[in-house]
């Protein structure tokens, strides 16, 4: 049934224009591989693991695609895996990219193939959970990947397909994500003409894409604050310096950066703490308190202006409290604005609206997130584009969010996904000035 199946999808694809894939190809190419896709997807679902852990997932990728016939490397940046697929016509090189690893989430949605397992992050045991979405990512591109491969014969031009490891960031003292794949030499021996990714957002209801040319998602800055008092008795703060007190003021204060110092009818900024911890026990002032937090710009000069804004104010204000501060501003997880090629943009759009129907597809707003696909798209042209995972009747705009642990992914996005993929890929590819 399934060489029948590729057949008719050859066929069709066959008999489209040469200078761009019939939108019912792509369709029929996606729905082809879906029951596939979808085993994928719940077994990385139910077995997540953390950035440069991703061990399973990768020897599963890599199984995969050597299954396929393609030729494949291992180990890039520590778990990432590359197939290159070299179709039988001339054409361009293009280059496809998922995202492998899961979060330090513990998953809150009532499913048969829900992930129990757990993790180590920052010293401590926790829930893993794909909460991004990641599994979807690697299983479509799995998908398009064994597509792809059954059409070599007609295939113009070659594609590598990019498992990357840690996107949501490396541990501790650890390299990792695209930066490492590119320091390793990704693009040495195969250096793409172009760029694609995608990403599944709860934002959005399913059957709806969104792309935008220029700059698409936020850079991002990790930062790290260690306030040092002194540590005294609770019932007598008078004997010591207070940690705490001097971080809530730091963490208060820094909230005027956005909105009093930024000039935000340039670009958005945000600025957040997300961790804060300090004291042992209830009545006990504790010596230090650490804070860390993210701050997200798409401007250069703003993000510097903010750096400065953010470093004095933690500075001065243990000053003023008699504390003290070490600051690392960036910490060093940062990724740069994620811009989209606008020439490749406007095609893109145009493939998307083919594969799904004008009405499907919506200019993206500015992303406050961030992606390191950024240092993939600093390097070659590239596109990224969203791809709704909500499903149709609820409000997108009340869905649990990525990151949460209520986090759902309606299924037919996984061939809402493929389909817009694979229509902008064969379109890129089968391009005369691309010959």
């Known amino acids: 049934m399934y060489r029948t199946a590729l057949a008719l999808v050859l066929a069709v694809a066959a008999s489209a224009p040469s200078h761009a894939a019939d939108a019912s190809a792509a369709q029929a190419m996606a729905q082809q591989v879906l029951p596939q896709v979808v085993a994928w997807r719940h077994d990385i679902h139910q077995h997540p ?12 990728v890599a199984r995969e695609l050597k299954r396929l016939g393609l030729e494949v490397h291992t180990g890039i ?61 690697t299983a479509m591109l799995l998908g398009m990947a064994q597509a792809l491969a059954g059409m070599k014969q007609r295939l113009h031009g070659s594609v590598l397909f990019v498992f990357q490891p840690a996107e949501e960031g490396a541990p501790d003292g650890e390299e990792g994500g695209a930066a490492l794949m590119l320091k390793q030499g990704l693009l040495r021996d195969f250096k793409p003409d172009a760029m694609f990714g995608m990403h599944v957002v709860s934002a959005l209801n399913t059957g709806t894409v969104a792309v935008r040319p220029g700059p698409a998602m936020a850079g991002s800055d990790a930062f790290r604050m260690v306030v040092h008092g002194r540590q005294t008795h609770g019932a007598m703060p008078w004997n010591g310096v207070d940690p705490i007190v001097t971080a809530a003021e730091i963490i208060g204060a820094a909230q005027t950066i956005v909105s009093r110092k930024l000039d935000l009818g340039m670009q958005p900024a945000v600025l957040s703490f997300g961790i804060v911890e300090g004291g042992s026990r209830y009545n006990i002032v504790p010596d230090k308190v650490e804070l860390q937090g993210t701050l997200r710009t798409f401007d250069p000069g703003m993000r510097q202006q903010a750096i400065d804004n953010l470093e ?97 992914l309606d299924e037919d996005a996984l061939q809402v996904g493929m389909a817009s993929m694979l229509q902008a890929s064969l379109d890129y590819l089968d391009a005369p000035a691309s010959r």
């Open 312 to 408: 004095g104010i933690a500075e001065h204000l243990a000053a003023a409290n008699g504390a003290s501060v070490e600051t690392q501003i960036p910490l060093g997880d940062s990724n740069p604005v994620l811009v989209n090629d606008p020439a490749l943009a406007a095609r893109v759009r145009d493939s998307l609206r083919q594969a799904l129907g004008a009405e499907h597809v919506i200019e993206a707003r500015p992303q406050t997130a961030s992606e390191d696909f950024a240092w993939f798209a600093q390097q070659l042209p590239s596109v990224y584009f969203f791809v709704g995972a909500t499903p149709p009747g609820q409000d997108a705009s009340k869905a649990p969010a990525n990151h949460s642990p209520k986090f759902f």
């Open 49 to 60: 693991e953390l950035g440069n852990r991703e061990l399973r997932t990768a020897a599963l």
């Open 77 to 137: 940046a520590h778990t990432g895996v590359v197939g290159l697929l070299k179709g039988d016509l001339p054409g361009p090189r293009l280059a496809l990219r998922a995202d492998m690893d899961a979060l330090p989430v513990t998953e809150e949605v009532n499913l048969p193939f829900a992930s129990k397992a757990k993790g180590e992050y920052r010293g401590k045991t926790v829930g893993v959970m794909h909460a991004c979405g990641h599994d979807a990512h």
